[in-house]
Structure formats: structure tokens, C-alpha cells
């Protein structure tokens, strides 16, 4: 199978750049001078590695690796996008877009070549997900955060880990690709890291929250974002979504923007069902906590609703096994 994409409407570039995988890479590239065409193969294949250039007709390179993320097998495929026009501002758009890096032409062979190795060197690391696609220093970043909110509050650190499990077994139920169940594996750690910018005393209070306290408590998801925001990886931007969205609801009635249906990226919808049932599972200071079987029942009663019925029936067959390895 190709593990590396080439998309660029020259033909001698295509031909430069297949040339160049196939001495670094010892294989051959899967070239595509059409990027319309490229997007239509994708759904078939699983690269290690995409090549696009900027300047295309049709497409450019921003909308093609916008058209890419949307894809939910290729959410975190590495993206090398190469342009020959040296605009800070497009290398911003390109980065923001979902680009995994930005170069320059003409290229420097050697930079091109050390990338080549570092993105698609060799099948193995496509399992090691943490030294390819989810850099050491933002991995990092969120196991350090997280422990900051375990020494913020244990109990919401304590909710985290257990949001991470749930979301973990849902994302293997799915049958997601690896990588994308080891970036929730780390991002989901951090998804309410905004309730460090809700008062102590709201979070505490002995009853339900009135209207006022109710808005302070929903403004967290915008705060959890902003800590998290200014990533240009897809695991910080993983993270980032997650902390913001994850209560949005199926419907459109939820939170901060009103999103319904897929308009919710997969990571947020899958969250979204966990955190609400280990919420049910937890003491909160207004209530005790539900039984697992009270708490699935709510969970089940919202699916269509509140939740993505695909994720709902995942998240059932995920919390299944993990029963069956606890009981084991």
C-alpha cells in the first residue's frame, strides 16, 4: 500500500517529489496532479503521510487540507504543505487549516528529506503515535496541566481520568484508527480544564445552581479553550475542541454554539456522553451519585437527543468490556 500522497498540478514537481520518497522512503509515492481526484481516493486509503502544494486550480492547498480534516479517518494524517509564494499569513492559514507543517520552495533537499523520515520513515511508528503526530512537548504540556488540576481539585482531576477511560473504550467500540484513540487518550485529561476558572464557592454550592451561577459554570468551556488555544498540532487543537465543545448537544440545544448533528466533531460528541455519565456516577455536592445502571438509563434516554446515537451504542458496548476486565 502507499504510504505517502503527493498532490501538486505540476507534473514536474510530482515527478521531483515522487522521486525523492521513493529514494528516502524506498517505495513509490501515489502522485495526484487533480486534488478534487485525491480527496475521492482518500476515503480508500490510510497514508502515513500527505504532500499538497498550495497553488492549485480548482482547490488550493488551505481548502484541500480543510476538505482532509473532514474526514474522520484522516483527522490526524500528517500534512506537508510546500508553496513557493513566502507569505507569513498563508502559513498561518495553512497551519490553522490543520497543516502539519509549512514550507517554502524551492526546497532544501535536506530538510525536505530529514521531514520525509521524521512523518513517514518507516510502518512501525504509525503505532507510536506520540513520536510522530503527537509531539513530545504537547504531550507533555497536557499531562502537566493535568496534574495542575489535580492539585487544583483532586475530585475533577479524579472525573478527568475516568472521562479519559470511558472515552477511550467509545473511541475502540467506533473502531477508530489508533492514533486518533491515543490523542483522546491524552486530550480528554484536560477536557474541563476551564472549571479551574469557576469560583471554588459555585462548585461547591449545596444546591442546584440558579440562572447567574448556571452561566458562570457554562462559561468554563470558553476558558478551558482559551488555555488550551494556540496550538498548531493536531493534538493541542484536539484538546482545545474537546475543552470547548463537549457540551454541545445532538439536538442544537447545547453549548457555547448551539452545534447539532456531525456540525460536532466526533472527539466532542464521544466526550460529551462520557462526561455526563461519569458526572451521574459522581457525588456532587447537590445530590449523591447515581448507580451505573440509573446513570446508563439517562445516558440511553438522551441518545437521538443530547447524545449521537452511534456514539450512545459505542459508549454502551465500551463501558461492557470495561465492566467485563474489572470482573475478570
Not at 235 to 262: F, K, N, Q, V
Amino acid at each position: 500500500m502507499n504510504r505517502v500522497v503527493v498532490v501538486d498540478d505540476d507534473e514536474t514537481n510530482l515527478k521531483f517529489y515522487s522521486a525523492v520518497v521513493k529514494r528516502v522512503l524506498a517505495e513509490e509515492a501515489l502522485a495526484f496532479e487533480n486534488p478534487c481526484q485525491a480527496l475521492e481516493r482518500l476515503h480508500d486509503l490510510r497514508p502515513s503521510l500527505i504532500i499538497v502544494d498550495y497553488q492549485m486550480p480548482e482547490m488550493d492547498g488551505v481548502a484541500f487540507v480543510n476538505a482532509v480534516r473532514g474526514l474522520p479517518a484522516h483527522t490526524y494524517t500528517p500534512i506537508l504543505m510546500l508553496t513557493a509564494a513566502g507569505d507569513h499569513a498563508l502559513a498561518e492559514r495553512a497551519l490553522a487549516a490543520g497543516a502539519t507543517l509549512f514550507l517554502n520552495k524551492p526546497l532544501a533537499l535536506g530538510e525536505f528529506t530529514k521531514q520525509l523520515r521524521h512523518y513517514a520513515g518507516t510502518p512501525a511508528p504509525r503505532s507510536s503515535y506520540g513520536e510522530i503526530v503527537m509531539p513530545t512537548d504537547e504531550r507533555d504540556t497536557i499531562l502537566r496541566l493535568h496534574r495542575t488540576l489535580e492539585a487544583f481539585d483532586r475530585d475533577l482531576a479524579r472525573q478527568a481520568a475516568m472521562v479519559r477511560d470511558l472515552t477511550v473504550a467509545t473511541a475502540e467500540a467506533l473502531h477508530l484508527p489508533s492514533e486518533q484513540v491515543e490523542a483522546l487518550r491524552i486530550a480528554t485529561l484536560v477536557y474541563d480544564i476551564g472549571m479551574i476558572a469557576v469560583p471554588h464557592k459555585v462548585r461547591a454550592m449545596p444546591s442546584a445552581l440558579t440562572s447567574r451561577w448556571r452561566t458562570v459554570v457554562n462559561g468554563h468551556v470558553d476558558a478551558g479553550a482559551a488555555i488550551l488555544t494556540g496550538g498548531q498540532r493536531p493534538l493541542m487543537r484536539a484538546a482545545e475542541t474537546i475543552a470547548r465543545l463537549h457540551h454541545e448537544r445532538y439536538d442544537g440545544t447545547g453549548y457555547p454554539e448551539g452545534l447539532s448533528g456531525d456540525e460536532i466533531p466526533l472527539f466532542a460528541r464521544i466526550v460529551a456522553v462520557a462526561d455526563t455519565y461519569a458526572a451521574l456516577v459522581s457525588e456532587r455536592p447537590h445530590r449523591v451519585e447515581f448507580t451505573d445502571a440509573h446513570a446508563l438509563a439517562q445516558v440511553l434516554g438522551e441518545r437521538g437527543n443530547a447524545f449521537d446515537p452511534a456514539v450512545v451504542d459505542a459508549f454502551v458496548a465500551g463501558l461492557e468490556r470495561i465492566d467485563r476486565s474489572r470482573s475478570a
